[in-house]
């Protein structure tokens, strides 16, 4: 059968609530009905939003390491501050926009987001989005028995490219990579480094129905994908790679 993706619509929510609940109950008002093998896909600003992790900037003092990085990288010193707070590291940037990693996550400004936030606030990166996605699995299977996988998503910039894609920020329930090493290709050669990011491919299938604006579908169900559920807990290291095993910083670091 042909893969499909089922959007779910939803109310904005401006305060706290519970993501399993909210979650459940708008797939209902939609007339759609989780099924064994689904892939459920949530946007992570969506998930950020159920934890509260939304900051009034006028609340944040700068410190002088946040002023010197405004300084550097022409940004409100507010905000500055706010992306070395969410940063594990810093690898540079241009005006406006400073590359960092956060819990083994390449973003610029340390993912925060001033869309689908009220005016004056910015949405930070979920806390424990593996957690999160294994928690919701299991209240899926315990109340409904029903196996699915989960993929929380969010939209990113690609190297040399115009425009965002989606890209898995965590998952559970489903096997992240498929290793396809010593496989042949069309040829007979066989494959010695592919990869196959599974749960990358499924969120920006996904992220391109769920929409990037005023949509207000923050929810996606991937039908059929052909992906192997497991009920195993899922490293996040299975998904990412330190920053120093990277082509693209390890290339651009030794471009000089």
Known sequence: ?????????????????????VVIESIKKNDLMLQDGDVLVISSKFVSNAQGRIIDINKVKPSKHGVEVSEKFQIQPKVS??????????????AGFVITSADNIMAPNA?????????GKVILYPNNPYKIAEDLRRKIFLNLLIHVGVI???SRLMPARVGT????????GIE?????????????NPLKVTFQAVVDNLASIANHQMGEGGESRPIAIVRNSNAKLTDRRIDPNEVAISHDQCVYVR???NSN
């Open 111 to 119: 993912g925060i987001d001033k869309s689908n936030a009220k005016k």
């Open 176 to 188: 992240p990579v498929n290793d396809m090493r010593a496989q042949k290709d069309l040829d007979g």
């Open 165 to 172: 894609t989606g890209v898995a920020i965590a998952c559970a």
């Open 81 to 94: 501050e706010i992306i070395l707070r969410e940063s594990d590291h810093i690898f540079g940037g241009i």
């Open 152 to 154: 929380l998503v969010d």
């Open 251 to 253: 290339g651009l670091g």
């Open 1 to 21: 059968m042909a893969l499909t993706v089922l959007t779910v619509k939803t109310e904005r929510m401006d305060s706290v609530f519970d993501l399993y609940q």
